[in-house]
């Protein structure tokens, strides 16, 4: 009888050992699922407020480029357009001349 009592008595410890044992790693994997998911969700932020830094830097920086863009382009332009309205005028002058020579040679040949 003192034999089933001690058996008995081992067996419960046992399973409550065991089932004990099943809860306390339940609990942890809890406990490191609920660490692990927030740990993802703090870099998921992080991750969203480096992509906006980077977007508004290089924003920014394109704005920059634009304006040096600008600022340099301008000179530019106006540099073209200033030769351009120059070889229009030596265009003319160069049409007048060629008017001017035409004309006298038709002189020359009615003389002849």
């Known amino acids: ?15 409550i050992s065991f089932v004990l044992s099943w809860f306390k790693k339940k609990h ?9 998911k927030d740990i993802l969700d703090e870099a998921e ?7 906006d830094d980077v977007q508004e830097r ?7 480029l634009q304006e040096k863009l600008e600022a340099e382009l301008i000179p530019i332009q106006e540099r073209i357009e200033q030769q351009t309205r120059q070889f229009e ?11 001017e020579k035409n004309a006298r040679l038709n002189e020359r040949q009615q003389k002849f």
Request: overall charge negative; aromatic content about 6%.
């Open 58 to 64: 290089s924003k920014d920086f394109a704005e920059v």
């Open 45 to 51: 932020d992080r991750a969203h407020e480096l992509i």
């Open 28 to 36: 942890l994997v809890n406990i490191a699922e609920k660490t692990a």
């Open 1 to 15: 009888m003192i034999f089933v009592v001690i058996a008995s008595g081992l067996a419960f410890g046992l399973i």
């Open 89 to 99: 005028e030596k265009q003319e002058e160069i049409k007048q001349l060629l008017s």
